[in-house]
């Protein structure tokens, strides 16, 4: 039988898949299901990409019924965790404040492709194997999703959303902050809508690029280039022709939303999740409750946010930097509002504001805020795939589902810190990183 050693190589070290038909993997404790108890010494037993079944003690290629060659990784010292799920990430950039803005005008397309690869590996290598990504105004996650579901490239699972619709002068305007004779060229996309049918249009455009998820801004945001506040910036008829819209193609609806009146708004109209939720009121947890809207915290942005400006205080205009500090001081407070009234909530860290392949940092501030590391670890598998309409795929380590696991050190039930050092990656039934 052949075993695969970890780090026998260099290219172990890289994120090229070690292709098997079939696999066993086996666990020290593998954690099946977040709500359940982890279970001792267990084989995976993995084929064709799929989990064939988890089998108690460490079983050969005979006992599990799988051909004598099938491969073997050790992870006996290892804890194993279905690999987790990003509900918000930018992978097309790693940059923030002028230095992006600036990049909008200097980067090409291509460039901007390279460095979402560059991203998208970052993440994968960081356990996450799935990610909804919310906002591609050239096409470029488009195109890198399209990539790695026909195996291309290697990066993770991604949903994508196109490029996020506003208003004029909402949070989505790219034009915001630049001269008026760039505004034109900054907003060629058709993402921004004023009125009820200029809103259906631009969700259809979206729709005819091929997105899996439609998200729209009700409120300003801490990035807009102009200091227009974090209300509502958007009108019922607007956002309800929006919502309806993207439900009528099939698609759900992720709504980026600060202010307590712009999340009211989107939960009013039927929005499948409320994306930062940073002034989160009663009338908002009702609402959250009557509909079973997730709610995406985001907690990892002002991360992000410190590092840049300890590198430079300058990072950002005074407009934005003023926001930014408002963020950091209410960051939290929402999070242990909703989770004390029972709202489900799921991972997402707004990846591209805070640094890519530092995904896993989310979980230490959920913790800090209130919630329990199996509470954690559950918005970041069981909840996020049903939010992203995947929890037949992905979530549990469990028969049928996709191959998707990760390996760490320890028991994150006890440190949830541990998932910030994965130590190994498959995805779809493939070791990519030992």
């Not at 890289?14 to 977040?34: E, K, M, N």
């Not at 009338?283 to 409750?289: P, Q, V, Y």
């Amino acid at each position: 039988m052949r075993r695969l050693a970890l780090c026998v190589s260099l290219f172990c070290l890289s994120i090229a898949p070690v292709c098997a038909q079939s696999l066993l993997i086996h666990a020290g404790s593998v954690l099946v299901h977040a709500d359940q108890e982890a279970k001792r010494e267990q084989t995976v037993v993995i084929e064709a990409g799929r989990i064939k079944s988890v089998v108690a003690g460490y079983v050969t290629a005979e006992e599990a019924g799988l051909p004598a060659d099938t491969a073997v990784i050790d992870w006996r010292s290892r804890y194993v965790l279905p690999g987790l799920i990003d509900s918000h990430v930018h992978l097309d950039n790693d940059r923030a404040g002028i230095e992006a803005q600036l990049g909008m005008l200097t980067d090409s397309i291509a460039a901007q492709a390279y460095e979402a690869q560059v991203n998208a590996g970052k993440t994968l290598r960081a356990g996450f194997t799935t990610v909804r990504n919310l906002g591609d105004a050239d096409g470029v996650t488009l195109a890198l999703r399209d990539a790695v579901r026909t195996g291309k490239v290697v990066g993770p699972r991604i949903v994508d959303s196109g490029q996020a619709i506003s208003t004029t002068s909402g949070h989505m305007d790219s034009s915001l902050g630049f001269r008026e004779e760039f505004r034109s060229v900054l907003n060629s996309a058709g993402n921004v809508c004023d009125g009820a049918d200029a809103c259906r249009a631009a969700v259809r455009r979206q729709i005819s690029r091929g997105v899996d998820v439609i998200k729209f801004a009700s409120t300003g945001g801490v990035n807009s280039r102009i200091g227009l506040g974090l209300g509502a910036q958007m009108f019922e008829d607007e956002a309800r022709a929006i919502v309806e819209t993207a439900h009528l193609y099939g698609k759900k609806v992720a709504v980026h939303a600060h202010g307590a009146d712009g999340i009211v708004l989107a939960l009013k109209v039927g929005a499948d999740s409320i994306e930062h939720g940073t002034l989160l009121d009663d009338e908002g947890l009702k609402l959250f409750k009557q509909s079973g809207a997730y709610y995406v915290p985001t907690l990892s942005t002002i991360n992000g946010y410190i590092e840049r400006l300890e590198k430079n205080p300058d990072a950002y205009a005074p407009a934005v930097k003023a926001k930014i500090e408002w963020r950091i001081a209410i960051t939290g407070k929402s999070l242990k509002l909703a989770h004390e009234a029972g709202v489900p909530i799921a991972f997402g860290t707004d990846a591209g504001v805070s640094l890519h392949g530092r995904n896993a940092d989310e979980f230490e501030l959920m913790v800090k805020f209130g919630m329990s590391p199996r509470e954690a670890i559950h918005a970041a598998t069981i909840n996020a795939s049903r939010l992203l309409g995947l929890e037949s795929e992905i979530g549990t380590i469990e028969a049928g589902k996709v191959a998707d696991l990760i390996a760490v050190g320890g028991d994150p039930l006890a440190d949830v810190r541990v998932l910030k050092a994965v130590q190994a990656v498959v995805q779809g039934g493939k070791l990519l990183k030992p």
